[in-house]
């Protein structure tokens, strides 16, 4: 695949995953969240707190790559890869381990309340499976390491 071809990927796929870190604990998506579960567990401020600082790293990252394209500097490449790292190990840690762990976190039970009712692609496992929506995003980030390794 063409060197063009994959960043020009890459800044659709940050796009959508920056989209999805804004909006989807705010906009109402159907059966895919639970907004009224979701705000029920976390106050507007600590939702807002939460949302800004999780979508600042890819919104910088979005930003440095618009401005390069379609020459990206060393220094953004080691910052996204440094980034969508981090990201992939908070996902383990924040989704997987839960799921696949055969202790009950308490990380699993808050699961369970804020996305009750939303599909999912697995089986529920200690009550709870990630949703469809987180699984589609941790889908996004992976496949844009496995794109940043082919840069």
């Excluded at 800044?11 to 639970?34: E, K, M, T, Y």
């Excluded at 009950?104 to 709870?128: I, N």
Aim: net charge positive.
């Amino acid at each position: 695949m063409h060197h063009r071809t994959i960043e020009a990927i890459l800044i659709g796929l940050q796009a959508v995953q920056l989209v999805f870190l804004c909006l989807h604990d705010w906009v109402p998506l159907g059966r895919l969240s639970n907004l009224a579960a979701v705000q029920s567990i976390d106050s507007r401020s600590r939702l807002l707190w939460t949302t800004v600082l999780s979508a600042l790293p890819y919104a910088l990252g979005l930003a440095a790559s618009l401005a390069t394209f379609p020459h990206w500097p060393m220094w953004l490449l080691i910052y996204l890869e440094w980034t969508y790292a981090i990201t992939i190990g908070a996902i383990l840690f924040a989704w997987w381990i839960p799921y696949l762990s055969p202790s009950d976190s308490p990380r699993a039970e808050r699961y369970r309340t804020r996305f009750a009712g939303t599909p999912t692609f697995l089986p529920k496992r200690h009550g709870f499976a990630p949703d469809a929506l987180h699984t589609v995003y941790h889908a996004a980030v992976l496949s844009t390491v496995l794109l940043l390794i082919l840069l």
